[in-house]
């Protein structure tokens, strides 16, 4: 796979629960967002200190613990802003410093990287990808032949619904989805191969979505 000129994608798997975590930044000025940072904040530093990269931010796709764990810890060390939806109100208490809330739609830049922040609700209100030209990080909205929960609080089975046939459905096929877990046979892959393949993407209408795929009455 071919990146777009001048972005960094690094993809790492971390933690009990085979979570990804992932450098999103910019080649040229070694700048990066962590995206995501769970378990283990010493890891996290090592890794972006070996490759050179300067970390100035960090990106959430959604507030579940095993996404945000060592968030705290990581921005102690790195001072750095911390990105999250808007709608995603439980991650915006006292203990967390220097959290900036992002309508659907936002765009931050990492040097001179710039990246889309889509709101995606149904695993969780907030619940948020990251896009750049053909990248799209998922966090546990889409995995790959697979998709988030609903069932957790928060959740919400027609949000989901929403989120997946009315917007991301509507991406390019030539998109590459990045998840936040290593639950497929794969460690990325397109769009239109996940529209061949994923469960949840086949649906002929929402009652069967909702029905046969996330096992909910209508």
Known sequence: MQLPQGMI?????????????YFLGDQKSKEIAVVDPAWDAEYILNKAKDKGYKII????THDHADHVNAVDDLQSKCNVPIYISKSESS??????????????GAIIAI????????HTPGHTPGSQCIKHE???ITGDTLFIDGCGRCDLYGGDANQMYNTLYKKLLKLDDSTIIFSGHEYGSRRYDSLGEQK?????LTCKSKEEFLRNRMGMAY
């Open 196 to 200: 061949k393949s994923n469960i949840y």
């Open 9 to 21: 994608l690094e993809q790492f798997e971390v933690g009990p629960m085979s979570n990804f975590l």
């Open 134 to 136: 053909n990248i799209l």
């Open 57 to 60: 931010a960090i990106f959430v």
């Open 111 to 118: 040097g001179s990287i710039e990246f889309e922040f889509i």
């Open 91 to 104: 991650f915006l208490g006292s203990q967390h410093k220097n959290v900036k809330c992002l309508d659907d």
